[in-house]
């Protein structure tokens, strides 16, 4: 085996599995019970015949065991691949399988059943990695089977050729002739040996989503979670488990990520004899699945990432694997469009000559993209109607929008446009057509979130209406982009088409519409640019992004919260997923001012565009927007495909710093960000990370700065560090006498290989 393969080493005789690419390695094996046992999760190892010298036994007093005479083995102190309740563990299991008698007691077993699959299969219905060649990664299927209910168990593993990533999943069958009901079904279990981490997890609310937060994990169970049939702005399906030294350069880190947008399940248990149980899938509030003879349930996709090199090694690796295994389509390589969005400029006060106007202002900027936001379909005068009358609104736009999507055009720009296609208002057409098609239990009062109600996508009739309308809209007039917006979550939540043995599965089968139209977009129009949206960062997950190659951060657009926002984000998500923007001033969501400069040096770190009225600025601001746009077009490609490193975090600290390098190490850009200026201040240097130390670097730089125009090494730039105190930034005239930056300011830095 060499460094670049990925590889699957079967042991027969000892009935050991080896995953590794030279990076990682991930090492178990089926005792001689058939439980399969985790020996090895961390950096890679040579492999040998037998690791069951890492499977220890002892007697225990009150512990539960399997074999008769036997007081030494029992599952309780096992680290085990994919644990059931009963048989002696207590913690919890990674199944739940209810039968006929209303046991819910299995027992797994491998019998010998596996199999080698070279690159990666897909899932059908789900979102979840892929590879263009089989030669990028190998796939593990094991076999386990519940003898007394016929069930049989898959677990899938995928190691990727060139980065430190599993991927995992599981397919059930029901292969007896009875009727089961999951209650329970974990995508990922991990036992890890002690309990010597930190937890992450990334939390806020709407307009302040994904701000890390780290604490020691004890004894117990800590969890996170959503309820809300989204991915949600509150807790992120995703968590680091850090060693407590480990920082962003150095140390051992394990992250992961849930591929799945709906209600999840995410949490730590550690039991009192310090092992670590780390598992993610469905939760399983309120989830049940029916499983008739014959059927199969398939699990969505988690991905389980290690690093040795900390928390920024931990980013790349799933930086690199959203962007070369979960992007897809034709934008997974193409340079994102810049574009202007008119929702705070106009709200919903518009027609189609002042879109025009905003059009023809921002072309001449640069900007290649418009996109109308909300209000331009139904009877859409607010937000309380038009929801799910996807045509449009005959006093703002009286000649469709294929008039609008022509001008724009021939300005030499792309038209996009706003939906919400789960969503629907009680005053439409669409409502009262089909009251039905709304979610709510029977004899229930529904609730409403924005004056809206949610669509039952559970139900395929709802989802073929939809895609009609959407397919006919696109089909009319020349549309390249969608915002795809979700303003509320799930509430009351009931299958209206289906019988109440089957209401447990209402909440993930409405997820698997919201995926099954995407997907059905995407082929009828497959040159679609779809962003992501729900309330801005309420569903900025993986699983979106196999079918949206970027998402709205955050409705926050503010450029000091944006700080924050990104920085969280950037744990797993990379940068050409972020939509961020430069927004109007004073901020609408926080009134605060921030300048045109760091409005656009924060969202240059991100997909750029503009959500203001650029009629409306100065000549002075509209040649800014002219560089800031020709500055982003010009260093794009190297911002969204290299290298990010975090230089210092924006929360309690009075400056934030960022840069990405480029793949070859020639070009870095730096952002460096004055949130508080401190008076009479002392000098400071930021400590570079990721560029070559042997190569010589000439410096630029978009606002003042006293090294500007000059050269140093790389191991200068990382090991000495860049020169940004404040006093060497500043201009001295009447109004600023002492030279200093003021509050909000920012420069981006472009380093230059010789």
Not at 641 to 666: C, Q
Request: net charge negative; with cysteine.
């Amino acid at each position: 085996m060499t460094d670049n393969t990925a590889a699957i080493i079967v042991h027969e005789h000892t009935r050991q599995f080896h995953l590794t690419n030279g990076r990682i390695s991930y090492v178990f094996h089926a005792d001689g019970q058939g439980k399969l046992i985790n020996l090895y999760f961390g950096a890679a190892v040579p492999d040998r015949e037998d690791f069951s010298y890492l499977t220890e036994v002892t007697h225990s007093p009150t512990t539960t065991c399997r074999i008769p005479g036997n007081l030494t083995y029992t599952l309780e102190r096992m680290r085990q691949e994919f644990p059931e309740y009963g048989g002696g563990d207590y913690r919890r299991p990674a199944l739940e399988v209810r039968q006929g008698n209303g046991s819910t007691l299995t027992d797994l077993t491998y019998a010998g059943g596996y199999r080698i699959i070279a690159g990666k299969p897909r899932l059908a219905g789900l979102p979840a990695t892929y590879v263009e060649h089989d030669d990028e990664a190998t796939t593990l299927e094991i076999e386990l089977i519940d003898r007394p209910t016929g069930l049989t168990v898959i677990l899938q593993y995928t190691i990727f050729r060139d980065q430190p990533v599993i991927a995992r999943s599981v397919r059930i069958t029901n292969g007896g002739g009875e009727p089961v009901s999951l209650e329970r079904v974990m995508s990922l279990n991990l036992d890890l040996p002690d309990r010597n981490y930190t937890m992450t997890e990334f939390a806020g609310a709407w307009a302040r989503e994904r701000h890390p937060h780290t604490q020691p994990l004890h004894y117990g169970v800590q969890q996170i979670e959503s309820l809300r049939n989204a991915s949600g702005h509150f807790l992120n399906p995703c968590a680091v488990f850090a060693r407590p030294a480990t920082t962003e350069s150095q140390g051992e880190a394990i992250g992961v990520a849930f591929e799945y947008s709906g209600n999840f399940d995410l949490h730590a248990e550690v039991d009192t004899f310090d092992v670590t149980r780390v598992q993610v899938g469905i939760n399983d509030f309120g989830f049940s699945w029916r499983l008739a003879p014959g059927e199969t349930f398939q699990s969505p996709e988690a991905l389980l990432a290690f690093s040795a090199e900390g928390l920024t090694g931990l980013s790349h690796a799933f930086h690199r694997t959203v962007l070369e295994h979960i992007v897809r389509g034709p934008w997974k390589r193409r340079e994102r469009p810049v574009l202007i969005n008119n929702w705070e400029a106009t709200y919903f006060d518009f027609n189609e000559d002042r879109l025009v106007d905003i059009a023809r202002t921002a072309r001449n900027a640069g900007i290649e993209l418009f996109v109308l936001d909300d209000g331009w379909f139904g009877a859409r005068n607010d937000d309380t109607a038009g929801l799910g009358d996807w045509r449009p609104n005959p006093r703002r736009l009286p000649n469709g929008l294929a008039s609008l999507a022509r001008r724009v055009n021939d300005l030499g720009m792309r038209f996009g446009l706003w939906f919400e296609p789960e969503a629907v208002n009680a005053d439409s057409d669409l409502y009262r057509a089909h009251p039905d098609w709304a979610i709510r239990t029977p004899h229930r009062k529904p609730s409403h979130g924005r004056n809206e109600y949610l669509l039952n996508f559970a139900d395929a009739a709802v989802v073929d209406n939809i895609f009609e309308q959407m397919s006919a809209l696109l089909g009319s007039a020349n549309i390249s982009y969608i915002k795809w917006d979700m303003n509320r979550f799930v509430s009351e939540g009931y299958d209206l088409s289906r019988d109440a043995e089957h209401q447990g599965e209402a909440y993930h089968r409405y997820i698997l519409g919201v995926y099954d139209l995407l997907e059905r977009l995407l082929t009828a129009f497959p040159e679609l640019i779809i962003e992501g949206c729900a309330s801005g960062g309420g569903r900025f997950d993986m699983g979106m992004l196999f079918y949206t190659p970027q998402i709205w951060c955050s409705d926050d657009s503010d450029a000091i919260e944006r700080l924050k926002i990104q920085y969280g984000t950037s744990m797993f998500y990379p940068l050409s997923t972020m939509g961020a923007h430069v927004s109007i001033t004073p901020n609408h969501q926080t009134m605060r001012s921030a300048p045109l400069a760091t409005r656009a040096n924060v969202a240059a770190f991100g997909t750029f565009g503009y959500e203001l009225d650029l009629g409306r600025l100065s000549d002075a601001e509209l040649d800014e927007v002219h560089r800031q746009v020709a500055w982003f077009k010009r260093y794009r490609e190297i911002l969204h495909t290299g290298d990010f490193h975090r230089l210092i975090a924006p929360y309690g600290n009075e400056k934030a710093a960022w840069m990405v390098v480029s793949r070859d190490r020639h070009t870095a850009i730096v952002g460096d960000y004055r949130l508080l200026i401190t008076p009479n201040g002392a000098f400071t240097r930021l400590a570079l990370r990721g560029l070559d130390a042997g190569l010589t670097y000439k410096v630029d730089c978009t606002g003042a700065s006293s090294i500007a125009g000059r050269s140093f090494t790389g191991a200068e730039l990382m090991r000495i560090g860049l020169v940004d105190s404040d006093a060497s930034c500043g201009q001295m005239d009447d109004v600023n006498p002492l030279g200093v930056t003021t509050d909000f300011s920012s420069r981006l830095f472009v380093l230059t290989a010789d």
